[in-house]
């Protein structure tokens, strides 16, 4: 059966993507769970027993509740300086001078990444840390099976109310006596999702018929998402904030009175802001939120102001509980915040000590065969001694001093035993899925082996290649290697002790996966053994044998070899970007060496000389293919260089020629002062925060005009009479879509207008995206079925390059619109001054758009960490949240600068008529190799690396990256494949 190359390195991906699947199935993992939900209620641990005979402790009850009624808010993205920073006194006095000067206690809460909403509520709720997967899951959040604070307070009758965010709806679905559900993801909504949450406020405080009341607000996270953290909407919604908590505060000091304890509100934030206003990561800004606890049974403040302590997220839940009188859950690693409770009289604050530390040496004894031997757990049964003696000498009716410091030892022993349990159990909350990893890994491998032994005939001249299927499939090894992985799949599926998810699959899933590991490993086998066979040394010929590598050559490898192995390092993955900024750099000098060679250092003779030795070389090219033996392309066209740049040089051209490396390393280096990126940098101002600001919105109008005609000039070229006019307006709609929600003003706009969502202008640019895309669809699909025409072909897939061209125009922001400008015209100036003139093979001109595509990657302002994901552009003209719109709009978005490169790559191997008919197979097996190599290293890397101290915040969100990125160029390849004329052209011939 004979394959083409573009069919193989497609066919490739798409199994490799499964082996990705896999992986990262097994290796985000998830927490380990105490006990199922309906074990969690069983009776509270009695007091310590002291010491002696004849005294016997006689509490063994939870103790009573604290407060009356509870109000938790939850404003989401608020950042711990939006209330104790210049903001909160500006925006917010009524919460800082409670802050400050009231009963209040004041504290910034550590939130563990992902700081996404959804694992952020699990935590507050559960105390534990939720996995890193739910990053993946937070746009469909399931429900919420494990012990909880709310599932606690239900069954102990009481009454929830609930408004805001609709993913508490899904955590905890049948828990609220009433609830108003949002929708968290559309973004550019600031004020209805807070409305909707205020307008049942009036109504539920005069109520007396609810325990517990919840608010999650919602729009400081949608303004920061599209305005970023310092803009002019912060402050009046941090007003709104304001004046909400008052409201609730005075409510609930009025209802206070009699014996009943006194009432309490919480305020909080699930995760905070960075810079660009997105979260996500594990930066300072976005793992801080500030964590109030306000009530009358608090003593007021005195004295001055000071900075407040940092506590972790996970301590709410328990520190609730025991405000409410309910049983901390079983999986939290949270500690009691002991402010809270140190009103009550000693025995009290040691009974809820000792509550949360034998909660938590359970937990450990659950999930650590050795706990004996672990210092927290060595810690607690110390201070549980001593908590024995303070007992047995409270109870002998000791009032003395002796009582008092006994109890403040014991205090800080309990407090040293819970912050060492908490610690031991956070790093033991989760294990990874060991078989599931192991099974992903050996078919990415394999899959990277298998390309790389049949490179030579995949690049060969005829870019296709005899794949013998029958041989090895029907072969022993085949049927042996087949039953020793089912028999080894059996053994580990009933001897593992916890949830595998490759064992919980079907058994037909499983054996298929079985089968196509065997057929892969027999397929390299038999690769291997042709290969060695035909290893007789061929017939030395003087043309041949005379090619060597360039320098270029040698830079390519050496630097995608550079690139893998820096992915062993953490400080590489954060600053990627600087590596991939060198490597285009460095090409851009070996380019502009490259050019003043064939201008400059070349003489005459050496063109004639050519010429013969390119005849010579056709002869010998001819008595091979009688003998089907293959001759590489990049020969044919590196011995074609000569004529062509001789050519060239009668043109004008030849000083543009030569200065487009120095132009593209000038733009390259305006891009990067665009936009600082990774971690080192991203602190420091750049060029798009200050045109981002409000002071510079005419500046960034202007910028954005400019940009707009600009990608109009270098995209209508090639397009169509009906395509330009499309084109033309919607660049038009872009511009007024960002003046609608408020980026950017027109010239004759002097106050600005009320902000809108935009809708009707974001629509209307994709009606002409999507009718460039289909005009360029309809030639696509005439060259394919009616006529294989060559040039109907070129124009539909540039038609096809400027719809994406014009999506990406609208969903980027608009200070990212020179990124797209400097894209549209390296591609230009590179197409018509450096590689037609140069003739590089296919091979390298696709390892080349590769390169740009990474570097333009992170010119966008991307990174490895999921913070600078710009998920608004997921909703950009949507009035509603739909989910699959939102994933494709939000992955362009992310991915515009590699998606541009690579439809470029397709376009200009289409348009080469003088190359031959195996380019474009060349470009899609290139463009899956040089994907493949990074993928199977890092996978490799981080399996060894599983217990770095970077493991969360730097290896996983790059390995998310990886992922998405093996998806979205098996797309790209499977467009490839699809374009590939040279079956066609093989059937004429």
């Given amino acids: 059966m004979r394959l083409r190359s573009g069919v193989f390195a497609s066919s490739c991906l798409l199994v490799e993507a499964l082996g990705v699947a896999l992986f990262l199935r097994g290796f985000f993992p998830l927490p380990v769970r105490s006990l199922p939900r309906s074990e969690a209620r069983r009776e509270p641990p009695a007091e310590p027993a ?70 952020r509520i699990k935590a507050l709720m559960t105390g534990s840390i939720p996995g890193f997967i739910d990053i993946i899951v937070n746009l469909n959040s399931p429900a919420l099976l494990e012990d909880n604070l709310i599932w606690q307070a239900k069954t102990a009758g009481k009454r929830i109310i609930f408004y805001g965010d609709d993913t508490w709806v899904k955590l905890f679905p049948k828990h ?16 209805e999702v807070d409305d909707n949450v205020t307008r049942h406020l009036d109504r539920v405080l005069k109520r007396e018929d609810w325990d517990i009341l919840i608010l999650h607000y919602l729009g400081l996270d949608h303004i920061g998402h599209v305005t970023g953290p310092n803009s002019i909407l912060v402050g009046p919604k941090l007003r709104e904030m304001d004046n909400i908590l008052k409201k609730i505060h005075i409510s609930l000091l009025s209802k206070e009175g009699g014996a009943a304890p006194p009432n309490l509100l919480v305020v909080c934030g699930d995760h905070g802001m960075s810079e660009t206003g997105s979260h996500g990561g594990s930066s300072e800004e976005e793992v801080h939120t500030p964590l109030l606890f306000i009530s009358s049974a608090f003593e007021k403040r005195n004295g001055p102001f000071s900075q407040p302590k940092v506590v972790q997220q996970t301590d709410l839940a328990t520190t609730l509980a025991v405000g409410l009188g309910l049983p901390i859950s079983k999986n939290s690693v949270g500690n009691l915040i002991l402010p809270i409770v140190g009103g009550k009289t000693m025995r009290e604050q040691l009974r809820f000590l000792h509550l949360n530390g034998f909660q938590l040496s359970r937990l450990l004894q659950e999930n650590t065969p050795a706990y004996e031997k672990d210092p927290g757990y060595e810690h607690f049964k110390i201070a549980e001694k001593s908590h024995g003696n303070w007992i047995k000498l409270y109870l002998d009716g000791n009032n003395s001093e002796v009582l008092l410091n006994l109890g403040k030892k014991v205090l800080k022993q309990y407090l040293k035993a819970l912050k060492t349990l908490s610690s031991s159990l956070s790093k033991q909350v989760a294990q990874y899925d060991m078989y599931s990893m192991m099974v992903g890994t050996v078919i990415v491998l394999e899959v990277l082996f298998l390309l790389l032994l049949i490179t030579p005939k995949a690049l060969s001249r005829r870019a296709e290649f005899e794949v013998p299927l029958s041989p090895p499939l029907f072969s022993l090894l085949f049927y042996l290697t087949c039953l020793t992985l089912c028999a080894v799949h059996v053994i580990v599926c009933t001897s593992a002790e916890g949830l595998c998810y490759f064992c919980s699959m079907s058994w037909w899933t499983a054996a298929a996966v079985m089968v196509l590991i065997s057929a892969l490993m027999c397929g390299i086998l038999s690769a291997v053994g042709k290969i060695l066979q035909n290893s007789r040394p061929p017939v030395k010929n003087p043309v041949v044998s005379n090619s060597s590598w360039s320098e270029v050559d040698i830079l390519i490898l050496a630097g995608t070899v550079g690139h893998v192995l820096s992915l062993g390092a953490s400080s590489f993955i954060e600053e990627e970007h600087q590596t991939w900024y060198f490597l285009i750099n460095t090409l851009c000098l070996a380019l502009c060496q490259e050019l003043c060679r064939n201008h400059f250092l070349l003489k005459e003779g050496d063109s004639q000389h050519s010429i013969t030795l390119k005849q ?61 990126t990774g971690v080192q940098w991203a602190h420091r101002p750049d060029f798009g925060h200050w045109l981002t600001s409000s002071e510079h919105k005419s500046e960034l109008s202007f910028l954005a005009a400019i940009s707009l005609v600009m990608i109009f000039i270098l995209v209508q070229r090639k397009c169509s009479l009906v395509s330009k006019i499309a084109m033309a307006l919607g660049l038009l709609g872009v511009y007024s879509y960002r003046a609608a929600i408020g980026n950017i003003v027109f010239p004759w706009q002097h106050d600005s207008k009320d902000i809108s969502k935009g809708i009707t202008e974001a629509r209307f640019v994709y009606v002409f995206v999507l009718g460039i895309v289909f005009t360029g669809t309809k030639d696509l699909l005439k060259s394919q079925v009616i006529s294989a025409d060559c040039g109907v ?197």
């Avoid at 917010?92 to 802050?99: C, E, S």
């Avoid at 709009?889 to 690579?902: H, V």
């Fill in 50 to 119: 002291p010491p002696g005979s004849g005294t016997v402790s006689n509490w063994t009850k939870i103790p009573p509740p604290l407060f009356k009624k509870v109000v938790l808010v939850l404003i989401d993205a608020l950042r711990d300086d939006f209330v104790f920073g210049p903001k909160g006194k500006q925006f917010m006095p009524y919460t800082t001078q409670v802050v400050e000067k009231g009963t209040s206690h004041s504290f910034i809460a550590e939130a563990k990444p992902p700081t996404v909403t959804m694992p």
């Fill in 176 to 191: 609220f006596v009433e609830y108003d559900g949002t929708t968290s993801f559309f973004v550019s909504d600031f004020t």
């Fill in 616 to 676: 010579n070389f056709d002869n010998v090219k001819e008595t091979y293919e009688c003998k089907n033996i293959d001759i590489t392309a990049p020969d044919d066209s590196k011995l074609g260089k000569v004529t062509a740049t001789d050519e060239f040089l009668k043109g004008s051209d030849k000083w543009i020629s030569l200065a487009s490396p120095w132009i593209i390393l000038i733009c390259c280096r305006l891009l990067r002062s665009l936009n600082q």
């Fill in 793 to 989: 072909r070129s124009t539909g897939l540039w038609e096809v390059y400027s719809g994406l061209v014009l999506l990406a125009a609208l969903l980027l922001r608009p200070h990212n619109l020179p990124v797209l400008v400097f894209c549209l015209l390296i591609q230009t100036m590179m197409t018509k001054y450096i590689w037609r003139p140069l003739k590089f093979d296919a091979a390298q001109i696709t390892i080349m758009h590769y390169w740009f595509g990474q570097a333009f990657f992170y010119f966008q302002g991307n990174s490895n960490g999921i913070a600078t994901v710009d998920v608004s552009a997921g909703f950009v003209g949507l009035d509603s949240y739909v989910e699959i719109p939102a994933i494709f709009l939000t992955a362009f978005a992310t991915y515009a600068g590699p998606l541009l490169w690579a439809i470029h790559l397709l376009c200009y191997l289409s348009s080469e008529v003088s190359r031959n008919s195996s380019a474009m197979g060349h470009g899609c097996f290139c463009y899956a190799l040089v994907r493949s190599v990074p993928v199977a290293v890092y996978i490799i890397l981080v399996t060894g690396l599983r217990y770095h101290l970077f493991i969360w915040s730097v290896f996983s969100p790059k390995l998310l990256y990886e992922g998405m990125h093996v998806l979205i160029t098996a797309g790209v390849c499977l467009f490839f494949t699809a374009m590939d004329q040279n079956r066609s052209r093989r059937g004429q011939d």
